[in-house]
């Protein structure tokens, strides 16, 4: 566990840092095994693509990452959507195996709501949301989309933020209630996830992400803190089934020992046993399952999980009741392709200390 510490403590401080700062939160049972932040949460007032690096804020600005820190989750929002199908699918009001046409009649025959879970539905990986602020036009790019999906052969696993979005559409329809009162009313609320919610936030206590501009950007928007980094969530107002979601690491180790103890936190209970194995038996629904990429050595006995683009990760592993939040703003001052060894290493520790105990 020390060397998990001083592996994420170290991830600010190298020659050529995996981002400006971190939070790690990680534990066994009823026990936090360790929690700890290191680096800054703001340090760079925008970035300089003619010198290729962050333009600092006055030093007396920066502001330093703590285990409170609220981040842009990015993709791990896909997550809180996920919990929110399951939860009207263990109500008896969503079937998982119909077709999504159903319930969204511009979908293609044949693809269904686990479809969309698990990323087989053939859609393309995105579309350009960003570039049409009119709904009407938002939703026709994504009509024509289904109608013919061309992100690959439908069946295999093809990774798209559409299925998401078209999940919450699916979900709003069904219920007659956006994304966002679901998540408060059916999962944070419950488990009194108190620094989880859509944006915008006001900035204070929250880490900045990325001075966004084109070209490295999709969108012209300039330096980001307490708005959504994904040009499509912020394009579709802010709550999306994709991305949209702030929290701190201390309200995801709570959903984590959620999910680890089937479904009950307390005295909430937000989903039965069966439909947490739903979400998390291989190959997940709307969860990650054994991919070594991210969760390293836990990896191979069932763990489920996600990242998210701004530099977010969790994992749980129900064979050894442990889980790993780790969060980072790497997107801070402008987005990179870092990868996911500083995920991979840190699970890895987590993973060799269950197995020393």
């Known amino acids: 566990m020390a060397r998990l510490v001083s592996g994420v403590r170290a991830l600010p401080e190298s020659r050529a840092p995996w981002c400006p700062g971190a939070v790690v939160l990680a534990g066994r049972g009823p026990v936090v095994a360790a929690e700890a932040a290191a680096g800054w949460a703001v340090r760079y007032r925008a970035y300089d693509p003619e010198r290729d690096r962050g333009l600092d804020l006055p030093r007396d600005l920066w502001e330093p990452m703590r285990v409170g820190t609220v981040f842009d989750l990015a993709s791990l929002s896909k997550l809180f959507t996920a919990i929110a199908a399951v939860q009207q ?13 159903a319930h969204l009649p511009a979908f293609a025959p044949g693809i269904t709501v686990r479809d969309l879970l698990r990323h087989t539905s053939g859609l393309a990986p995105e579309l350009p949301f960003h570039d049409h602020r ?99 969530a912020w394009a579709l107002g802010g709550v999306a089934g994709h991305a949209g979601l702030f929290s701190t690491a201390q309200d995801l180790a709570v959903l984590c020992r959620t999910l680890l103890n089937g479904g009950a936190y307390g005295t909430a209970r937000i989903l039965g046993p069966a439909a947490v194995a739903a979400l998390l038996d291989p190959p997940g629904l709307g969860f990650a399952v054994d991919q070594p990429y991210f ?50 290493a840190a699970a890895t520790h987590l993973a060799r200390a269950v197995a020393a105990a």
Request: proline share 6%; aromatic share 4%.
């Open 295 to 344: 969760m390293g050595e836990l990896a191979g006995r069932g763990a489920a999980g996600h990242t998210g683009f701004t530099g977010t990760s969790l994992v749980l592993d129900r064979a050894t009741d442990t889980f790993l939040v780790l969060l980072a703003n790497t997107v801070h001052p402008r987005r990179r392709t870092g990868g996911s060894a500083p995920r991979a």
């Open 134 to 232: 009119d709904r009407a036009d938002q939703l026709a790019l994504l009509w024509a989309e289904a109608a013919a999906p061309s992100g690959g052969r439908y069946g295999a696993h093809r990774y798209s933020d559409l299925n998401l979005i078209a999940l919450q559409l699916l979900l709003e329809r069904l219920t007659g209630r956006p994304l966002d009162a679901l998540v408060r009313d059916g999962i944070t609320g419950p488990l009194g996830l108190t620094s989880t919610c859509y944006g915008p936030l006001a900035p204070q206590g929250v880490a900045a992400t990325e001075d966004q501009r084109r070209p490295w950007a999709k969108a012209d928007r300039g330096p980001l803190r307490g708005e959504v980094h994904d040009e499509n």
């Open 89 to 101: 699918a263990e109500r008896g009001d969503l079937a998982l195996d119909a077709p999504v046409a």
